[in-house]
């Protein structure tokens, strides 16, 4: 996969790079119409005998762009069977392969996953060829859910931490929506690319139970009593569908990608959606 993950960027193949900007040199990309003030050494004169219309060449120049794999660790992500995190896990894996395969550097960084630390707890130095892969997943099965995350706060330790802008994946539930589009949002003014992945179980988007229950905050361990019945399930699947809608809305607004995913679905698919930035 040798391809930036731009807005309009096509399907890619093992091998081709996740992160590519667009320059004046480099592998030639596409045409686009002349106009005034373009340099005319970039006509495409042969272009212009076959169509009759002047256009000059745009290329690809590449540059060494990290991919930063952000995963969140909080409890939330050990719901679901198969687990959250788990998919998260996969998911990583063969998202920083293609990075890896590519030449390219990945880096895996862990928001939370320990016992009193919401911020970041892990962050792996940038690695770069296959060889590289075998400690890439022994980062990401250190990953363990465990307790409160707080997601806003790790990304801006991200941005802080990193000597300039990259392709920034983080993959979560989400639940914290607004602090943490507002931290994706000043990551985004700072010149990162942008790929939310929001990974849920099949229980949360098509919930089943009915009756009196009991139910326990996995980051906090508060107890709600609860009834659960028609019109609640209605209020719960209308609050989730706004929250995937805000993604949708800050992923179209910051041209960046978002995936949903669910947890124990093939990941060949979100993988192809991610090399073609979609927005699902």
């Given amino acids: 996969m040798r391809r930036r993950l731009e807005p309009k960027a096509r399907s890619g193949a093992s091998g081709e790079r996740v992160s590519r900007r667009r320059g004046g040199s480099a592998e030639f990309d596409e045409h686009r119409p002349y106009a005034p003030g373009d340099d005319p050494r970039r006509i495409d004169w042969l272009a212009y005998a ?29 719901f679901g069977e198969p687990r959250k995190i788990d998919t998260a896990r996969r998911l990583a894996a063969a998202i920083g392969y293609l990075a890896l395969a590519g030449s390219q550097r990945a880096q895996v960084l862990i928001a939370g996953g320990r016992e009193g630390s919401a911020g970041l707890t892990q962050v792996a130095a940038p690695k770069r060829g296959r060889s590289a892969l075998a400690s890439l997943l022994r980062e990401l099965v250190r990953v363990e859910p465990l307790g409160q995350v707080d997601l806003s706060r790790s990304l801006d330790q991200v941005q802080l931490a990193a000597r300039r802008p990259g392709l920034l994946v983080v993959m ?109």
């Fill in 50 to 78: 076959r169509t009759g219309e002047p256009v000059v060449k745009q290329f690809r120049a590449e540059e060494d762009v990290v991919l930063r794999l952000l995963l969140d660790g909080s409890a939330s992500l050990g």
């Fill in 172 to 280: 979560s539930d989400f639940y914290d929506a607004g602090p943490v589009l507002q931290a994706l949002g000043r990551a985004r003014a700072a010149g990162h690319d942008l790929c939310l992945i929001q990974i849920l179980s099949r229980e949360e988007l098509e919930p089943e139970l009915e009756g009196d229950f009991t139910f326990v905050d996995a980051e906090t361990g508060q107890r709600v009593e609860l009834t659960l019945d028609a019109d609640a399930k209605d209020a719960y699947v209308a609050r989730l569908t706004g929250l995937i809608e805000e993604l949708r809305v800050f992923a179209r607004r910051h041209a960046a990608c978002y995936l949903r995913v669910v947890s124990g679905e093939p990941l060949e698919p979100v993988v192809r959606r991610f090399v073609a930035r979609e927005v699902d």
